[in-house]
C-alpha cells in the first residue's frame, strides 16, 4: 500500500497570506495526484488533479506542483472560505488501491 | 446538474448488513468508473471500493474484501455497496463518488452528500 503523508498536521495563516501544504508518497506515483477541501458537515471537493491541473470552477489562487514522491498545494491569498481540512489522494496504483493522506487543517491565524 | 444521492444508511448490528445506493443524474453514469469513500467520525477518507463503468471489473480495499460487494444498474443510474459481516469499525460516513474522467479509477470530481452507517449492539 501506498501511504500518503501530509505536512503540517496543522497549518496557521491569516486571510490574505499564502498557505504551502505538503503531501509525500511513500513511492512514486508520477502525476496521480488529487487535492480535496473539506468543510464541517461537507463532502469532500475536488481541487487539483493530475498534480497540477485544476478541477472545474476551482479558482486560480489553488495550484499545485510536484511529481513522483513530493507534492504542494499552494493557496496564493487565503480567503475566508478557505479555511478548511485539505487531504490529497494518490491514483496510481492498477489494480486500483486509492490512498488518501492524513489531512491538513488550514486555520485562521 | 450533475448529482449523487445516496441513501440506505443506519444502525445495524455488528455481524449485520445493509446496502447503500447512490441514485445519479445529469451525466452519462455509464461511461464513468464510481467509487465509495468512507469517514469514520472525526477521521479522514478511506477509499472502500470502486466499479467500472460497465460493471466488469470491480476493485476492493484491503478493510472490506470478501465482505463489501459493490454493483451498479446502468439502466437505472443508480451504484449500490452491499455490505455483510458489519463490524464496529465500518461505522462512517459512506460517499458515492464520480471519476473526474471516463477512463480509468482515479480522482473524483463529483461527491454525494453521504450517508451514515452505524454499527453497534
Known amino acids: 500500500e501506498i501511504v500518503m503523508t501530509q505536512s503540517p498536521a496543522t497549518l496557521s495563516v491569516s486571510p490574505g497570506e499564502r498557505a504551502t501544504l505538503s503531501c509525500r508518497a511513500s513511492?512514486?506515483?508520477?502525476?496521480?495526484l488529487a487535492w480535496y477541501q473539506q468543510k464541517p458537515g461537507q463532502a469532500p471537493r475536488l481541487l487539483i488533479y493530475?498534480?497540477?491541473t485544476r478541477a472545474t470552477g476551482i479558482p486560480a489562487r489553488f495550484s499545485g506542483s510536484g511529481s513522483g514522491t513530493e507534492f504542494t498545494l499552494t493557496i496564493s491569498s487565503l480567503q475566508s472560505e478557505d479555511f478548511a481540512v485539505y487531504y490529497c489522494q494518490q491514483y496510481n496504483n492498477w489494480p486500483p488501491r486509492i490512498t488518501f493522506g492524513q489531512g491538513t487543517r488550514l486555520e485562521i491565524k | 446538474e450533475v448529482q449523487l444521492v445516496e441513501s440506505g444508511g443506519g444502525l445495524v448490528q455488528p455481524g449485520g448488513s445493509l446496502r447503500l445506493s447512490c441514485a445519479a443524474s445529469?451525466?452519462?453514469?455509464?461511461?464513468?468508473?464510481m467509487s465509495w469513500v468512507r469517514q469514520a467520525p472525526g477521521k479522514g477518507l478511506e477509499w472502500v471500493s470502486a466499479i467500472s463503468g460497465s460493471g466488469g471489473s470491480t476493485y476492493y480495499a484491503d478493510s472490506v474484501k470478501g465482505r463489501f460487494t459493490i454493483s451498479r444498474d446502468n439502466s437505472k443510474n443508480t451504484l449500490y455497496l452491499q455490505m455483510n459481516s458489519l463490524r464496529a469499525e465500518d461505522t462512517a460516513v459512506y460517499y458515492c463518488a464520480k471519476d473526474v474522467v471516463p477512463a480509468g479509477v482515479d480522482a473524483f470530481d463529483i461527491w454525494g452528500q453521504g450517508t451514515m452507517v452505524t454499527v453497534s449492539s
Open positions: 513511492q512514486s506515483v508520477s502525476s496521480n
Open positions: 445529469g451525466f452519462t453514469f455509464s461511461s464513468y468508473a
Open positions: 493530475g498534480a497540477s
